[in-house]
């Protein structure tokens, strides 16, 4: 219940005294007006780090003043500070590493397979850490949210090992948080009072979570600790927020589609970084190049320009359900203005925005939307492609008339396999064009040939015989 307003600027935009990188010029968000938490919160504002083409990322890429990687680690329980690196860096040795999926969704994702409480598996499908958007990580949310058969299992896992301490009410009466005390005031020992967390990645590598990656403090009772994971409401989404990776180095590298963890004590980690592995720019860009090429705000997502699609995938059509709060038959009559509006959205052709199939449900109805490639192609780009997808789950402007609307779900699918006469379906075309044209033209021409010569009249020699006619009758 939070909006933000204002209007998108562009300026020039340092990052400190400490920071290697230059200022640059940038696109940014200029709040006029806020309301709600995000007026009160102490943050001043948000830094989009995400994919999308006025994340301060993929601008400093396109630019080509770093490579497209960034580090983050945020510090532990009770101390803070913490470091962000734009730009690679060297990954420690023994850093663990998940793949990302660009196309899977448009957030930092990673593959969960599991999880074990004190080295036992919570012996779950690997599917329930796979569904909607997937397991994201997402340095913006500050607790972990899993789905309910998840949250169950790992919730029963850890409160069974607690049974010298006491479950205490939370410091919200609104929440049901799980609450324990009797844990002491000293964070560095709470590993002798909780369980050991790890959590399994689809390549088998193994990221540790120490009791700091899912405990808070309990406000209100001194050395009690409260469970800072959380069952996710309906939403099949497993999402993983700041918690977990307190004291922990994470490397997303965009350009290699993975993500990297190392534990370490991010409160320090800063002076190591210092001098040693500085933001690592992209080959052959002038320093005068960099620091006066401006910014268009209609660039295109610059992330999405340099990944390998999985198996060589490529997107043919994308399709959306989406539930508008207004009856077919009050709808209907605006379908064609509703589709240009979606294309307008989409930053596509409205031709290119197609009404597949539509369900009235009551005073609702659901539409099924397919975005086809534009002209005579068969496939999105790539940038295209997750351009739309990141518009998409963004917020659809429409008009007041057409009610509120939910997205439910979207996809992606490959090209159609066509036959030959499909691929080249014009050229034939185009060949009996030719063919019935040119036949057409010959029959003219026989036809006055033939009217031409059936029209001469042969000559006779003066005398010659010819046949005798009888006269008509006048």
């Known amino acids: 219940m939070s909006s933000s307003s204002g209007v998108l600027g562009e300026d020039i935009v340092s990052f400190g005294d400490e920071s290697a990188l230059k200022p640059q010029k940038a696109v940014f968000g200029c709040e006029n007006v806020e309301t709600g938490d995000l007026f009160s919160q102490h943050a001043d504002g948000i830094m989009g780090l995400g994919r999308g083409q006025l994340s301060i990322m993929d601008q400093l890429v396109e630019k080509g003043v770093i490579s497209d990687s960034f580090s983050l680690c945020y510090g532990g329980m009770d101390i803070g500070g913490g470091a962000m690196v734009l730009g690679g860096i060297s990954p420690p040795p023994d850093m663990v590493f998940s793949r990302s999926d660009p196309v899977r969704s448009p957030y930092y994702n990673i593959e969960l397979k599991d999880l074990r409480v004190s080295g036992k598996s919570l012996g779950l499908n690997p599917k329930v850490f796979d569904s909607k958007h997937g397991t994201v990580l997402d340095s913006g949310t500050t607790y972990a949210y899993l789905p309910e058969e998840a949250f169950v299992a790992l919730r029963n896992a850890i409160t069974s090992k607690l049974h010298p301490l006491k479950q205490i009410r939370g410091p919200d009466p609104n929440y049901n948080d799980i609450c324990f005390s009797g844990a002491g005031n000293d964070a560095s020992q709470l590993s002798k009072h909780f369980p050991e967390v790890e959590m399994v990645f689809g390549n088998g590598q193994k990221l540790q979570l120490s009791p700091e990656n899912y405990l808070f403090r309990h406000s ?11 069952q996710n409401g309906k939403d099949p989404t497993t999402l993983l927020g700041g918690i977990i990776v307190r004291n922990t180095l ?208 042969t000559y006779r020699p003066l005398g010659a015989p010819v046949p005798e006619q009888e006269l008509q009758p006048l």
């Open 220 to 230: 209100k009772v001194h050395g009690a600790y409260c469970l800072g994971i959380f």
């Open 250 to 457: 994470v490397t997303y590298d965009r350009q290699n589609q993975k993500i990297g963890f190392w534990k370490t004590n991010c409160s320090q980690l800063w002076e190591g970084l210092k001098g040693h592995d500085a933001p690592s720019p992209a080959p052959s860009v002038s320093d005068n190049q960099t620091s006066t090429d401006g910014v268009s705000p209609a660039a295109s997502p610059s992330a999405l320009l340099d990944y390998t699609l999985p198996g060589q995938f490529q997107v043919g059509l994308i399709t959306f359900d989406m539930s508008l709060n207004v009856s077919h038959l009050d709808l209907l009559p605006h379908i064609k203005e509703l589709t240009e509006l979606i294309g307008h959205e989409l930053e596509v052709d409205a031709h290119q925005v197609h009404l597949m199939n539509y369900t009235s449900k009551g005073n609702s109805t659901l539409l099924k939307w397919g975005i086809f490639p534009a002209g005579p192609a068969d496939i999105f780009s790539k940038t295209t492609a997750l351009g739309i997808i990141s518009r998409l789950e963004g917020r659809l402007r429409l008009p007041e008339n057409y009610g509120s609307y939910q997205l439910v779900e979207w996809k992606v699918e490959p090209p159609l396999r066509r036959t030959w006469l499909q691929q080249h379906l014009w050229a034939v075309i185009l060949g009996i064009s030719v063919v019935v044209l040119l036949a057409f033209a010959t029959l003219l021409v026989w036809y006055f040939w033939r009217h031409k010569s059936g029209g001469l009249v």
